[in-house]
């Protein structure tokens, strides 16, 4: 999970941009070809898509604090996201996306996530909820991968191989320029033609999701010396990358803004 989804960024404040450095740059492609390995699998993999950050969720009315978010039966992704919802006092639904619109209707569930601005106007979600919160941690970084067979991986030449490595990255780069553009039109759609209420998640929410989703990671740390040495890259990473990208003063474009 720590490549697919690692919750709360990690721990340490990884995105979707921060992903891809370290996955490019800062050891993670070597670990991930690495996880096949450990897994017994004979498969070469590709990190195609980043999909996050996932929005926290749709709800009937607004919520002002974690006890109003403790009311309603969420419905979650599984793993550990959804896991640490439930260790900080949600009442964490797992359901396949299908299922979702159906179970809300019926009052299964209250509220739930999915995924972005685009994804969630195209499943219909403003049809059923009206108030929208984009700040989450559960799923910061999510990621979409295509595996290869090894032995037919192995079949090709060094050129098709260098081919497939080339198109994986570009995917990258366009998936995450795609996203960024498309889901600030589903937003402006969604808050502008359909009554869509957009809010700022309340504050108490991340402390309480971060602490517990440490937690896990350093029981997954303590349990698992591949996912130990994973994290512990991230980690590494994160204390040289992360600053760079949360100083506000370091913001290179700022002369073309007073243009």
């Not at 219909?124 to 970084?141: A, I, N, S, T």
């Not at 440490?214 to 994290?231: C, M, Q």
């Not at 506000?248 to 007073?258: H, N, Y």
Request: glycine fraction near 8%; proline fraction near 6%.
């Amino acid at each position: 999970m720590l490549f697919g989804s690692p919750v709360a960024g990690a721990g340490v404040g990884i995105d979707n941009i921060a992903f891809l450095s370290w996955f490019q740059y800062g050891g993670g492609k070597e670990l991930y070809d690495e996880l096949w390995d450990q897994m017994g699998v004979n498969v070469k993999g590709a990190i195609l898509q980043p999909v996050g950050p996932e929005a926290l969720g749709w709800f009937s009315e607004p919520i002002n604090s974690m006890e109003d978010f403790r009311k309603y039966r969420f419905r979650t992704p599984p793993g550990i996201p959804g896991q640490t919802y439930k260790d900080i006092g949600v009442a964490s639904v797992a359901m396949g996306g299908g299922d979702i619109l159906p179970a809300l209707e019926k009052g299964t569930i209250d509220a739930a996530e999915w995924c972005c601005p685009k994804p969630d106007s195209v499943f219909g979600f403003q049809k059923v909820l009206k108030h929208y919160y984009l700040q989450g941690l559960h799923q910061v970084v999510v990621n979409a991968d295509m595996y290869i067979n090894g032995d037919v991986y192995d079949s090709l030449t060094p050129l098709q191989q260098k081919a497939l490595e080339v198109a994986a990255n570009a995917s990258l780069s366009k998936a995450m320029s795609y996203r960024i553009y498309e889901n600030g039109k589903a937003l402006k759609d969604l808050t502008e033609n359909h009554g869509v209420q957009l809010h700022d998640t309340p504050a108490d929410y991340f402390p309480a999701y971060m602490n517990a989703a440490k937690a896990s990671l350093e029981k997954k740390e303590a349990d698992n010396a591949f996912f130990a040495k994973v994290w512990q890259s991230q980690k590494d990473f994160a204390a040289i990358a992360v600053p760079v990208l949360s100083n506000p003063m370091l913001v290179w474009a700022k002369p073309l803004l007073i243009l």
